[in-house]
């Protein structure tokens, strides 16, 4: 059976000062400068995302290199299209020791299990077959699985984000792509406390909702 690896959310860039830079940026808008502090972007921010003058929040943004994840949870990422994605390629990178990731409703089902990893190893061999034979990776790769672990970073303002958090943290959201962001989440509310404190998060189930 291919090798699992855990889910790694890493921070690998976020805009220097982020939350003093959007008071910076929104204060603009009112000319109200002289109201400037050391604590005033506190309640500036919070009156931004009360309102709903979430524009602002684009001017800061933060980049992810997330380890882990299948392509079945790329696929999902990728539809929010106001970020920068770079992903691990199938076209060129040789996947014949593909790590994956199992479902715990597969895992934890041992017939759904063993038919499981029988597709995966069978899948597995007939890639390195193909190749065996002539076949480049770029049309070998047609009969890897959606398992598949794919690495990917990310880029995205304080404002997609926030849409990428009450979407993919809700209960609704698929479990793969929930568990990461998730993580994400954690990492923005130490990063930018005041952008994301409304977030909260529920450990048990693993979900994050406004207040």
């Known amino acids: 059976m291919p090798d699992l690896h855990p889910i790694k959310v890493e921070l690998l860039s976020i805009t220097p000062g982020a939350e003093k830079l959007l008071e910076e940026a929104g204060r603009t808008c009112y000319l109200s400068f002289d109201r400037t502090s050391e604590e005033s972007y506190k309640k500036f921010i919070r009156m931004l995302v009360r309102s709903g003058h979430l524009s602002v929040l684009e001017h800061a943004s933060a980049t992810f290199r997330i380890k882990g994840g299948s392509r079945s949870f790329t696929h999902q990422l990728v539809r929010h299209r106001l970020c920068a994605y770079s992903q691990q390629s199938q076209r060129y990178v040789n996947e014949k020791n593909f790590s994956i990731v199992i479902p715990d409703s597969i895992k934890n089902n041992s017939e759904a299990k063993e038919a499981f990893l029988s597709l995966i190893n069978h899948a597995k061999d007939t890639y390195v077959k193909l190749q065996e034979i002539g076949v480049k990776k770029e049309d070998a790769r047609f ?33 793969e792509i929930r568990k990461i962001v998730i993580e994400m989440l954690k990492i923005m509310r130490k990063e930018a406390p005041i952008v994301f404190e409304d977030f909260i998060i529920n450990e048990e189930t693993l979900t994050a909702e406004t207040t």
């Not at 984000?161 to 698929?174: N, P, V």
């Open 143 to 175: 009969v890897l699985p959606n398992a598949i672990e794919s690495e990917i970073v990310m880029t995205a303002n304080f404002r997609e984000l926030r849409h990428i958090f009450k979407e993919r943290c809700h209960k609704a959201a698929q479990w």
